[in-house]
């Protein structure tokens, strides 16, 4: 089945569907318990998504396009400086949609075989950081790949790391800045860095 365009109503519907799927996970909430959260009927809810993986692509879709949006605002600005710029454009972009972070993160293995889209956008996102952060000789095209990967893992779910410690923001922010960049410095410096920390960041989301 070819995937609908986002459903007009997908603003109205968004924060309820987010929080419901974050807090709970995705794979304990039916589309009942779904249509009861938005106040609809189950079929009026089947008219606008066939599916609850539908809800979670649009969600997920809409997640990295605004990735990719401020990646490119980074680009504009400037050439110089990125990492610092893409760690606190992570933590902004995490305050204000932290949902969004947690369910990409947790529950993007649930979209079908069929709605690849959203694996794609995750994909041009990784590829993205590994061009502005710059060519890496030392690393092979598999390399690459690991690397974007381990690094989109690691500006993701940083800004979560330090929820239960009561700390002012920019301390916060501070010690944050520090961890993602001495580990994405420390990868890019070495070729078999891609790998471990690909499974190192890896196994951090399943935790979560």
Not at 67 to 94: F, M, S, V, Y
Not at 168 to 185: H, I, P, Q, T
């Amino acid at each position: 089945m070819p995937m609908p365009e986002r459903c007009s109503r997908f603003a109205e519907y968004r924060d309820k569907v987010l929080e419901l799927f974050a807090s709970k996970g995705f794979g304990q909430v039916g589309m009942r318990e779904l249509a009861t959260c938005l106040g609809l009927a189950p079929g009026s809810l089947y008219h606008h998504y066939p599916s609850k993986q539908h809800l979670l692509l649009d969600l997920i879709e809409e997640f990295y396009e605004e990735l990719l949006a401020t990646l490119g605002r980074i680009e504009k600005k400037t050439k110089r400086d990125i990492l610092p710029r893409l760690i606190q454009a992570h933590l902004n972009l995490h305050r204000e949609m932290p949902w969004h972070f947690r369910l990409a993160e947790r529950d993007s293995g649930c979209l079908n075989d069929d709605q690849r889209r959203g694996r794609q956008l995750r994909e041009q996102y990784e590829r993205r950081l590994m061009q502005m952060l710059g060519p890496k000789a030392r690393l092979g095209e598999q390399g690459q790949l690991a690397a974007g990967h381990a690094i989109a893992n690691l500006l993701n779910s940083a800004p979560g790391w330090l929820t239960q410690h009561m700390l002012a923001d920019a301390e916060r922010n501070e010690l944050l800045e520090n961890l993602v960049s001495g580990a994405v410095e420390g990868l890019l410096r070495s070729p078999a860095g891609a790998s471990s920390l690909a499974k190192a960041s890896s196994l951090a989301t399943v935790r979560q």
